[in-house]
Nanobody, 124 residues
Framework: QVQLVESGGGLVQAGGSLRLSCAAS????????MGWFRQAPGKEREFVAV????????YYADSVKGRFTISRDNAKDAVYLQMNDLKPEDTAVYYC?????????????????WGQGTQVTVSS
């Protein structure tokens, strides 16, 4: 059974940092593009960041550019999202997703596997 499991969410004050992790099991995603998305209450799921299968290409939503960093460790079949200078508007459930294709994509429909999500809450 293929699983993506996120961890690292929590409650943090504005200006603080969190590091999200996503661990894959059931199959390898070492050649797959991996993305992070988020969904706030009452809003649609939105793209946050993506990293290519090789790790050589990354792309970010404008709202997080310069504050968030996506990375991966293919030896561990894991992807990470370092979030700095968090703002209340970053509050959402964060999802890890895997695209079988190695090239980056920002549409939710491009992704084949999804985790259950981890809650991030930023207080003002």
């Amino acid at each position: 059974q293929v699983q993506l499991v996120e961890s690292g969410g929590g409650l943090v004050q504005a200006g603080g940092s969190l590091r999200l992790s996503c661990a894959a099991s059931g199959r390898t995603f070492r050649s797959s593009a991996m993305g992070w998305f988020r969904q706030a209450p009452g809003k649609e799921r939105e793209f946050v960041a993506v990293i290519s299968g090789s790790g050589g290409t990354t792309y970010y939503a404008d709202s997080v550019k310069g504050r968030f960093t996506i990375s991966r460790d293919n030896a561990k079949d894991a992807v990470y999202l370092q979030m700095n200078d968090l703002k209340p508007e970053d509050t959402a459930v964060y999802y890890c997703a895997a695209d079988i294709s190695p090239t980056i994509a920002i549409m939710t429909s491009s992704y084949d596997y999804w985790g259950q999500g981890t809650q991030v809450t930023v207080s003002s």
